[in-house]
Nanobody, 126 residues
């Protein structure tokens, strides 16, 4: 079993930055592929970024490429999502997710992940 706790969300203005954290416990974090997803009101949960167990492979949705950076610190059992140049359309609940696998062939699919956090709200005002 894995417990994931997100933090770092908040209300910011367009152009600002935020860093989300996802603290993991209960399983060997270093052997888990991780992902960040987001869900806006009335919309489906979409992938934002993913990272494999070592941090050597990452993926970004086109909408955040060049603005967001996913990373992980296996010594701290924590994954991060650095979000720069935030836009109002980035407003959503952000969820981190963990897989039982080190690397995922389909890392962009929510169904590929076995554990989910409770989410943290990010609101970007214009």
């Amino acid at each position: 079993q894995v417990q994931l706790v997100e933090s770092g969300g908040g209300l910011v203005q367009a152009g600002d930055s935020l860093r989300l954290s996802c603290a993991a416990s209960g399983r060997t974090f270093s052997s888990s592929a991780m992902g960040w997803f987001r869900q806006a009101p009335g919309k489906e949960r979409d992938v934002v970024a993913t990272i494999n167990w070592s941090g050597g492979t990452t993926y970004y949705a086109d909408s955040v490429k060049g603005r967001f950076t996913i990373s992980r610190d296996n010594a701290k059992n924590t994954a991060y999502l650095q979000m720069n140049s935030l836009k109002p359309e980035d407003t959503a609940i952000y969820y981190c997710a963990a897989s039982k696998k080190r690397t995922l062939l389909s890392s962009t699919w929510a169904s590929s992940y076995d554990y989910w956090g409770q989410g943290t709200q990010v609101t970007v005002s214009s």
